[in-house]
């Protein structure tokens, strides 16, 4: 029995059927949660997009094309619910525990990002925050249009055709602009000391 | 440095991801495993994304999908509902729609579908043609005694009404240009009961049925019973009333009325007629008796003189001949002399 891709799932949830809604949001769940934690720096928030950005699927399904490609259209609505919560975000002026422990330091990192997991060893833990925290430094140190093609790659898994489909830009300029993060990426991390230690550990 | 070299700087982003399939990228894969700097750059990249990798969040949180499955079938239940709602208005609309327009037609249509049923009912009225009359059927029943026909209905009489000819007990093909009323029902009257018509309008002119109205009234019943009794030869087959009472109601309504009184005359015709019977002096008796009976109201007087005939003609009457006479004293009717004969004879009796 051959997977039904992506588009037919959609077609089968626009006619009706739940379930295809149940294998699309399996399909892209990791993705596009990645996709929207890395954008945002906050997991939380990124949860709270997710499920808005999936609540859009069901709203606009009707306005999904037939012969268009469902992960463009996916993150093509993802990145405007990223440009609503940065508009959002603006105004809001009172800090919470997801809110961001330094506003001008790397983005991701929240306060409860800095509390100890249950049961992970204190080296590990330390670990785990310097290369998340390297991780974000290099996210906040790429340009938008870098950052936004190299976690749709890297995060996303999409191919470059999507991307570019995705961006709206052509697809040459999708692969060079994932040439330069990536060229940027192995400048931080392809010397790394936490790559070298966790290269063998983990 | 090769030009290879410089493609796979250029493409090392499509390299490091590994997953899209083109010939130029193989055949750069395969220069990395032979040029040691390509290879070089290749693994720092490969390990710079490996550890990038290490850090993608885990993903959204069990409760936060179940939310969105949960959220997605109620869309999809609500749609439903919607429209199987619209669908069940839709054909509510279609359904009221029909009965309007299947009312407002029959309202139209009422009047050309009523139209058609109404010449039968002018054609019903339009006097018969006189060639095609015919006279009523059941005219010469008059001839009878109207008081026997109501005694002795028959079962297999028919009615005389000119709207049913077909519930006659006498089978009568239907007169020609005379439509037996499918419009309107014929009731006939019970069998042997004799009733006018009803309507007014069906009546034929002719004058056939003008004999069809039997007198039913009391009134013209007993002016027909009168009549009918001054016609016969002979009194005991007049009616089913006793002789004396049918020709004392007689004698009575003559009196009254004051007039000559052919029924007084034909009873002195008959007190004269038993008077000569000298043969059977039982039945000069009986005769004589009878006639008293009929004068007794009219002519008192002449019906004592009767009475005492009769008696001297069969003595067997005395008593009730007496009976008779007695009554006719207590009435204050006759002279005084007239009863000191009565008298007279009763001493002599006694």
């Known amino acids: 029995m051959t997977e039904r891709s992506d588009e037919e799932l959609m077609g089968a949830f626009v006619a009706g059927q739940a379930e295809a809604f149940d294998l699309l949001l399996q399909r892209h769940q990791s993705g596009l949660f990645a996709f929207l934690a890395r954008q945002l720096g906050d997991s939380a928030l990124a949860e709270d997009l997710f499920q808005e950005v999936f609540l859009r699927v069901v709203r606009h399904r009707h306005q999904f094309r037939s012969d268009g490609r469902f992960a463009p259209w996916l993150y093509q609505i993802a990145r405007h619910a990223c440009v609503d919560q940065h508009r959002r975000a603006r105004l809001r002026a009172a800090d919470s525990l997801d809110h961001p422990a330094q506003r001008d330091g790397p983005a991701g990192e929240c306060l409860a990002d800095r509390m100890p997991a249950a049961g992970e060893d204190p080296e590990a833990q330390v670990l785990r925050a310097e290369l998340k925290a390297a991780v974000d430094e290099f996210l906040t140190e790429l340009p938008s249009e870098q950052r936004e093609v190299f976690l749709l790659r890297t995060d996303a898994e999409l191919s470059f055709p999507e991307i570019a489909e995705t961006l709206g830009c052509p697809l040459d300029t999708a692969k060079s602009r994932m040439r330069y993060a990536v060229a940027t990426l192995r400048r931080r991390f392809g010397i790394h000391p936490v790559a070298r230690v966790s290269g063998g550990g983990r | ?350």
Not at chain 2, 264 to 274: D, I, K, N, T
Request: aromatic share 4%.
């Open chain 2, 1 to 350: 440095m090769s030009d290879l070299c410089h493609v796979l700087e250029e493409r090392i982003g499509e390299l490091a991801g590994g997953a899209d399939v083109d010939p130029t990228l193989e055949r750069l894969r395969a220069h990395a495993e032979e040029c040691p700097r390509c290879r070089s750059l290749l693994l720092q990249t490969e390990r710079a994304l490996e550890i990038y990798r290490r850090t993608r969040p885990a993903g959204p949180s069990g409760a936060t999908l179940e939310r969105l499955r949960h959220q997605a079938r109620s869309v999809l239940l609500q749609e439903r509902r919607a429209q199987t709602a619209w669908a069940w208005n839709r054909r509510l609309a279609v359904a009221a729609s029909f009965v309007i327009v299947a009312g407002l037609g029959f309202y139209l249509l009422r009047g050309q579908i009523e139209r058609p049923a109404a010449p039968p009912l002018i054609e019903h009225r339009n006097p018969i043609p006189e060639e095609t009359r015919e006279p009523a059927p059941s005219a010469p029943k008059l001839e009878q005694p109207p008081e026997v026909q109501a005694a002795e209905p028959r079962p297999d009489a028919g009615s005389v009404s000119p709207l049913a000819p077909e519930e006659a007990g006498e089978a009568k093909p239907p007169r020609e240009g005379y439509a037996p009323a499918q419009p309107f029902p014929a009731v006939s009257p019970p069998a042997g009961e004799v009733r006018a018509p009803q309507r007014r309008d069906v009546v034929p002119q002719s004058s056939a049925p003008a004999k069809v109205e039997a007198p039913s009234a009391p009134a013209e019943f007993a002016r027909a019973r009168s009549s009918d009794l001054a016609s016969r030869e002979r009194p005991g087959e007049m009616s089913r009333e006793s002789p004396a009472d049918a020709y004392e109601s007689s004698g009575r309504a003559a009196l009254t009325a004051r007039q000559p009184n052919p029924v007084v005359a034909r009873c002195r015709e008959l007190g004269s007629q038993a008077r000569r019977n000298e043969s059977d002096q039982v039945a000069r008796g009986s005769a004589l008796l009878a006639a008293a009976d009929c004068l007794r109201a009219a002519e008192p007087e002449e019906a004592v003189d009767l009475y005492l005939e009769a008696a001297s003609a069969d003595p067997a009457l005395r008593s009730s001949i007496e009976q008779r006479l007695l009554d006719l004293q207590e009435s204050n009717v006759l002279p005084q002399a007239v009863r000191d004969r009565i008298a007279e004879w009763s001493r002599g009796g006694a």
